[in-house]
């Protein structure tokens, strides 16, 4: 439904005495978002997130690539084309952009009135749109007197109008409290499951990636550095940096004194910390107390926890594996042999 080939996107900036020097927001992106699902993009402040979303409907022109949505190749069109091409492509921002003076109906109204809709044909798409975004009394009110999660709603049915194959969302959730972030996380799901709609969302809230995606790519400096179903992403991220998001989600750490003692190499006198990463059966399997039975080893759990990744259950932990260096390699090697995800954090030095 989406696909960027080699997409890059160089900004030209002048300094304060004429002096110019470009930026390069985006570096050769490769993408590709099949249509009906839900597909997060992530990345720091700065990584490029808004520039890539920006490309998808041409609000920035990318300076080298080609963007196709619903199989039409956007980058050569002509204004006119292009402004019928956006029609399939609704945008949701995180400040509503609602106009002030305008009611919720007149807000949802207003790309049907700027495509030339009849007054009827109007009231027949606004009305349910209304319905299914949880507005229907609220149609003569303004956005001033809206909750914010309210007028995420109303700018969610306004996108909605032009009857899109595909939603973008740039960090739809920030300006939202938890609460106001889970029901239009729930809104975006069940508009995706009702609707077959396909969802590119741009945000840094790995809460949001865990809760609605199917898929997630991650950025760093402008490059796509990673991408992966989220239960995988959840369970062995491939990157360091997407171990750091991982980590300051799940905040899932050795505790300081401990990890204040980690050696990156391994000695006579020393054992491992891992951390462990399982999913599915291996969550309900007593692996850990086989693996001190058949392995010889004494286990130390640190840190442990179960999140729930949409439809999967994922088990996290952190532990010391105690024993002669034999006897922890292999036990490393029965935890791999179990599908579990091992991670070596460091080797700490051995008490006995």
């Known amino acids: 439904m989406i696909r960027l080939h080699n997409v890059s996107k160089t900004y030209a900036l002048k300094g304060r005495r004429g002096s110019a020097r470009t930026v390069q927001a985006l570096k050769n992106i490769d993408f590709h978002v099949p249509a009906g699902q839900v597909?997060?993009?992530?990345?720091?402040?700065?990584?490029?997130?808004?520039?890539?979303?920006?490309?998808?409907?041409?609000?920035?022109?990318?300076?080298?690539?080609?963007?196709?949505?619903?199989?039409?190749?956007?980058?050569?069109?002509?204004?006119?084309?292009?402004?019928?091409?956006?029609?399939?492509?609704?945008?949701?921002?995180?400040?509503?952009?609602?106009?002030?003076?305008?009611?919720?109906?007149a807000n949802v109204a207003l790309p049907l009135e700027l495509m030339g809709m009849q007054r009827a044909e109007i009231r027949e798409r606004v009305t349910p749109l209304l319905e299914l975004v949880g507005l229907a009394d609220k149609t003569r009110q303004y956005p001033a007197q809206l909750s914010g999660g309210q007028k995420q709603r109303v700018a969610i049915a306004r996108a909605l109008a032009s009857r899109p194959k595909v939603l973008l969302c740039d960090e739809a959730t920030s300006a939202l409290d938890p609460q106001t972030t889970g029901s239009i996380l729930a809104l975006l799901r069940d508009i995706n499951h009702k609707l077959g709609l396909t969802i590119l969302l741009i945000t840094h809230e790995m809460e949001v990636v865990k809760s609605i995606c199917h898929r997630v790519s991650l950025i760093s400096d402008g490059e796509l550095v990673e991408e992966a179903d989220v239960g995988d992403?959840?369970?062995?991220?491939?990157?360091?940096?997407?171990?750091?998001?991982?980590?300051?989600?799940?905040?899932?750490?050795?505790?300081?004194?401990?990890?204040?003692?980690?050696?990156?190499?391994?000695?006579?006198?020393?054992h491992p910390v891992v951390r462990l990463a399982f999913s599915g059966d291996a969550v309900s399997t007593p692996l850990i107390s086989r693996l001190a039975r058949e392995c010889g080893v004494d286990v130390s759990i640190l840190q442990a926890k179960v999140e729930s990744i949409q439809e999967r259950t994922l088990g996290l932990m952190i532990a010391e594996l105690m024993g002669p260096p034999a006897k922890t390699r292999e036990?490393?090697?029965?935890?791999?042999?179990?599908?579990?995800?091992?991670?070596?954090?460091?080797?700490?030095?051995?008490?006995?």
């Open 233 to 270: 992403f959840f369970t062995a991220p491939r990157t360091q940096l997407g171990r750091e998001f991982l980590n300051d989600f799940l905040q899932l750490e050795p505790p300081r004194a401990l990890f204040e003692r980690l050696k990156a190499t391994p000695g006579e006198r020393t």
């Open 331 to 352: 036990a490393i090697d029965y935890l791999e042999a179990h599908d579990l995800h091992v991670e070596v954090l460091g080797h700490v030095q051995r008490d006995d």
């Open 39 to 105: 597909h997060g993009v992530i990345g720091l402040s700065g990584a490029g997130k808004s520039t890539l979303i920006r490309c998808i409907n041409l609000l920035e022109r990318p300076t080298t690539g080609s963007v196709s949505v619903d199989g039409q190749e956007l980058t050569g069109l002509s204004r006119q084309a292009l402004n019928q091409a956006r029609h399939r492509i609704g945008m949701i921002f995180q400040h509503f952009n609602l106009l002030t003076n305008r009611t919720v109906f």
